[in-house]
């Protein structure tokens, strides 16, 4: 962060901005982030990346209805389909931690439609990840195996390894966690998650949202339903020195 704040005051360009609003947004700094990322605007509102962190952000912060606005703003002034495809898969999530699992669905089915490239440089994971959570929840867990087989087939097409990694890989990890967990197999679930873990500052690489902070919440989560003490104290540790507003922030989402 020093370093970052020491070249937002040599360069006073918009990027310096744009990058410090990211650190402080994984630190779980959100005030901080936010007025950066807005200052980076005002530097340049060509930014097109910026309102998509500025969904997340304000997400975080529970202002969903400005997480909307954000990521409306984002699909419009975004150039390729690609970007757009990501924009509605923000959206998909954000109407998915808003219980509307139906326009959440829709929206996934919409992105899939304009955009389809497996490319692991551009391939979208979210899509298929959220898809695959939505299932979950819906107690849907055909589906949730047909949106993990996506990601799975991609991996290892692409021969993706912790050491030639791309984002698939976590989202496939995570994924498929979660579905073990959910067919009764919670303890196969959490080795997953170990494996997903053990990927360490790859967790945070090229992602917003889901970045390390979001998968240590999901481990978290799974061994204290274990009530495995030792574990739990490790997924507090990861998660709290990561970012220790996280689980807070996403809590207050859910509470709308």
Known sequence: MEFFEKNKEI?????????????????????????NKLTALAYDP?????????GDIYLLEGRLDDAFQENS????????????????????FFL???????????????????????????????????????????????????ALA??????????????SYFPVLKFSLGLKAQIEAAEGQPERGIETMERLLALKPKLGYWSTLFNAAYFYNIYLEMVEARG????ILRGEALLNGYN?????????VFRR
């Open 11 to 35: 360069s006073r360009v918009a990027n310096a901005f744009d990058s410090l609003g990211d650190g402080y947004f994984y630190m779980g700094d959100y005030l901080n982030a936010r007025n």
């Open 46 to 54: 060509g930014l097109e990346w910026v309102p998509y962190s500025l």
């Open 73 to 92: 703003r984002h699909f419009v002034v975004s150039r390729s389909p690609r970007n757009k495809a990501l924009s509605l898969s923000q959206k998909a």
């Open 96 to 146: 998915f931690l808003s219980g509307d699992d139906a326009s959440c669905r829709q929206t996934l089915e919409e992105a899939e439609l304009l955009y389809s490239d497996k490319d692991p440089n551009l391939f979208v994971p979210e899509i298929d990840y959220i898809q695959g959570i939505s299932a979950i929840r819906g107690k849907n867990l055909p589906a949730a195996k047909a």
């Open 150 to 163: 996506r990601l799975e087939g991609i991996v290892a097409a692409s021969r993706i390894t912790p050491k």
């Open 228 to 231: 495995n003490r030792e574990k």
């Open 244 to 252: 220790p507003f996280f689980r807070s922030a996403l809590e207050r």
